[in-house]
């Protein structure tokens, strides 16, 4: 019997390592590398979650509307997404 690899598809660039139920360590260390070599914010949101720009108005604080975004709260918003993307692929 031959045990199952620790990355089940092999090692690709263009596609995240699949986990196949043994040796997470391992398979969350390559993921990581994975998702970083693509863009370290989507990382940052991976690990510090969604990105929702916000603006406070006499003590209030609000949800800030899209057409008001900066260009980089746009850019923070977006790895969001992508990290969602990236997440759900396996």
């Known amino acids: ?17 699949m986990f196949c139920g043994v040796n997470y360590q391992f398979w969350k260390v390559r993921r990581k ?6 863009d370290k914010g989507i ?8 990105f929702v720009p916000m603006l406070k108005n006499d003590k209030v604080i609000f949800e800030k509307p899209w057409s008001q975004w900066t260009e980089h ?11 969602r993307t990236l997440l759900h692929l396996h």
Not at 2 to 15: C, H, M, Q, T, Y
Not at 33 to 38: L, P, Y
């Open 1 to 17: 019997m031959v045990d199952k690899l620790p990355f089940g598809e092999g090692a690709s660039i263009n596609r995240p390592p």
């Open 33 to 38: 590398i994975f998702v970083e070599s693509i």
């Open 43 to 50: 990382w940052d949101a991976i690990k510090n979650g969604s």
């Open 73 to 83: 709260e746009s850019k923070q918003a977006q790895y969001d997404v992508l990290q």
